[in-house]
């Protein structure tokens, strides 16, 4: 299982072009034209495989999604303008009106205001637990769950999510397991760990670059030639294509995700231990004492550490928000939402990006006023950088 190296799978899917151009050519059309009109109607009729409209896909969305389906090895991929448009397509495709869905609750905002607001209009029940107790997910279920849904490394508080044991579960009750893996690509292969579908925010991590916003469904062959169908198919007829020229450019960073991934892991490694040893109440499934340490080490690809990402808590609001607008002037990195980033991001996830979630639930699920969460970038010299931090935190009087 651990042998699978995803970056290998990328370099071999993709060879150049039909002009011999060491990248992908940008095709520049909405339309394809046909020989003959029976030739055009053969491909309507899904009898002849041709490109048609570049909402469905044309030569360089193509490839990006062959490239990103050789990275999670599935059959088959399909690029979205936006990690939103790939998980609002998602799940309208394998719910409708009556369902149940049960999902993480410590998800990205905007999914969560998607799953908790906006499925109630088309009378979709959804109950949000901690998938990273699989007790909790098994007395959830409903006789009519389609879906259970969660992020590899959950959002903010970054706790694991045991897929094997949740693919297991999900199989044997006949519910699709859709999984995440914006904030883990190649540390996680959740395809070969039992999901059905990877989706992703091809934003972060994977593009890496914060220049464009896109997305991504892997699955097997059946599920993507049905989210694509002329009649039927949730993408083909919500539109949310992602550009060629964004996607020629996404599958050329691809190409160094491996490399920016050891780092950005190895740099947030050597942080959350920074911050642990300065007494501050860290995240970060990397440190052996983290809740999510044993589970993220049984079920990861070996070569890229343990992700980029940490949280931790500084107390209340105020002193994580003045903390972290020194930082910026410092230069250590930037005040923004987001993450994967070769600069440091951070933000207060509480008032930013999980704001979505009420007060009441971010208290009980531990998302605190000062939990503080840190895309830690492609610093070369993070001692440095560590260094302009553990100065804030002693001018701020935080340690
Ligand atoms: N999934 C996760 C884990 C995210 O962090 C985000 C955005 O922050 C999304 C999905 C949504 O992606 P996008 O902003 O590309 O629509």
């Known amino acids: 299982m651990n042998k699978f190296n995803p970056s290998s799978a990328i370099f071999n899917s993709n060879n ?21 009109a029976q030739d055009m109607e053969a491909t309507f009729n899904g009898e002849n495989p041709a490109f048609l409209y570049s909402r ?70 959804v109950t949000l637990v901690d ?52 904030f883990t690509p190649m540390i996680f292969s959740p395809k070969r760990l039992g999901a059905d579908i990877v989706v992703y925010s091809l934003t972060k991590f994977v593009n890496g670059k914060n220049d464009m916003v896109g997305g991504a469904i892997l699955a097997d062959q059946e599920t993507i030639n049905s989210m694509l169908d002329l009649n039927n198919g949730t993408v083909m007829l919500l539109g949310p294509t992602m550009d060629s020229i964004r996607a020629s450019m996404v599958l050329k ?27 501050i109440n860290v995240c970060y499934p990397g440190l052996q004492d983290d809740k999510g340490y044993e589970v993220m080490t049984r ?41 994967g980033f070769y600069k440091t991001l951070f933000s207060n996830s509480g008032h930013s990006t999980s704001s979505e979630v009420p007060s009441e639930l971010q208290q009980k699920i531990g998302i605190t006023q000062g939990l503080t969460r840190f895309s830690v970038g492609l610093d070369d010299d993070i001692e440095l950088t560590w260094t302009l931090i553990e100065e804030t935190l002693k001018e701020l009087k935080i340690i």
């Open 16 to 36: 150049g072009d039909e002009y011999n151009g060491v990248n992908v050519s940008i095709s520049d059309s909405a339309t394809f034209f046909f020989p003959t």
């Open 56 to 125: 469905h896909s044309n030569s360089t969305t193509a490839k990006l999604a062959q490239a990103l389906a050789a990275m999670e090895d599935t059959e088959a991929g399909i690029v979205t303008s936006s990690g939103m448009g790939a998980i609002t397509s998602t799940f309208l495709h394998l719910v409708s009106s009556g369902d149940h869905i049960v999902s993480a609750h410590t998800v990205y905002g905007g999914t969560f205001a998607f799953l908790n607001n906006w499925l109630k209009k088309i009378n979709v029940e």
């Open 131 to 182: 998938t990273s107790n699989i007790e909790e997910v098994k007395a959830a279920v409903k006789p009519n769950t389609k879906v259970i849904y969660t992020e590899t490394m959950a959002n903010p508080l970054l706790k694991i999510a045991d897929i094997p044991a949740l693919a297991e579960f999900s199989h044997a009750n006949n519910i699709k397991l859709v999984v995440d893996n914006t």
């Open 253 to 279: 960073n691809l190409y160094t995700l491996h490399i920016r991934m050891q780092k950005h892991s190895q740099n947030a490694n050597f942080i959350a231990k920074k911050f642990k040893e300065v007494g």
């Open 299 to 339: 079920t990861m690809n070996k070569n890229y550490g343990y992700g980029g990402m940490i949280a931790f808590d500084l107390g209340n609001f105020e002193i994580a928000a003045d903390f972290l607008k020194v930082l910026q002037q410092k230069g250590v990195g930037f005040l923004a939402v987001s993450l």
